[in-house]
């Protein structure tokens, strides 16, 4: 699988763009939710990438879930139970506004626990947020990728997929239009039972499946370069203008979709026939897309103790509208974020792959140790 070097940097770029608008201070970008829906398209695209040939083998149904939980599941964890002190022991003992009384834990703190700890908290048990809120769309993508892992076997015998996948996705689109009229819905239902914050995953993974058979068909096509550059400019420009500078205009959520489908797939395109040669722009390009994951689970951490420990409770003097707070916050995120990549995601994976029965941990896990061993031993 050819690796998609801008692709992972548009990764980084966009969760630092959620971490941004749950910052809420200078410089808040309006439309900054439409990220998700950006890494559901993604998430489509790459998991085909990466699974579509091994899919062909008898007991690829186990190893792409063993995959996906070793991938997703440790650093979820991780920041639920340190979300525990921080929202609970902290912030109740020290006199704080309990949080019921806000935006979140309306289930209840022990309930809602139970459904982050099965990866559940997304998928229609539950009325509104709970400990880390980005999750959400995580529970939605675990949930979602059985339904992918399965899509991905007849496309190894040769079948046509696609058509179906695109109808799911009109179709989920289409009911979230209709009931909503935005793509702001995380926990909302559609005609009282479907969530559509699920319906937004389905969409969005389906989506990037399509795109992916798109790419290998245009992939075929010797002439298609020229224009593939065009798109992915254009549809870049497009997207920030429909997300920073057009942000009342009707319909907008929607018409970022085939935005973002362009432009993953031209993309896609361009970097297959010009790849990014070996070097430092590549491997900081690479890095800084491995940090997004952490980035987007990390955050959220940070950003909670600070607003409702340091301010509510502490009252420390922080101006969430100065560029500088803005600034010194997204550091700190980068910062911890690459530590808990390289000290806990990468050593988990490849541990909870061992622990499922999975046998040794794959070739890709080895190859991330064995750079964290690397640059280990040449640190001072």
Known sequence: MPRFVILDFVRFALALLV??????????????????DFFFILSGFVLC???EKRAASETFFKSFVIDR?????????LTLVLLIPVNGLFFWTTGGQVLENGWSYQDGHFYTFLLNIFMLQNVGLNTAGSWNAPAWSISVEMFVNLFLGLALIPMTRGKTVWPYLLAVAIACYAII??????????????????NLGLLRGF?????????YQLWQWLDRKPGCLPMAKTVAASTAMASVLVMFVFTDMQNADFAMIPLMFAFVTSVAVVEKRIPLSDGLTRSVLMELGALSYGIYLCHWL???????????????PIDFAAPETLLIFLVLVIGVSAVVHHAFELPMKARVKKWMGQGQA??????????????????P
């Open 69 to 77: 939980i070793a991938r997703l599941y440790p650093l979820h964890l």
């Open 302 to 316: 940070i950003l909670t103790f600070a607003r409702y420990q340091l301010v509510y409770v502490w009252n420390a």
């Open 203 to 211: 969409a969005g993974i389906a989506l990037g499946v399509v795109s």
């Open 49 to 51: 990438a990466a699974y």
């Open 177 to 194: 239009l209709g009931q909503h009229g935005s793509l702001r819905v995380i926990y909302e239902r559609a005609f009282g039972f479907l």
């Open 362 to 379: 794959d070739e890709e896990s080895f190859r991330d140790l064995k750079a964290v061993f690397e640059v280990t031993s040449k640190a």
């Open 19 to 36: 971490a941004i608008m749950h910052f809420d201070g200078f410089l808040t970008p309006r439309k900054a939710y439409l990220a998700v």
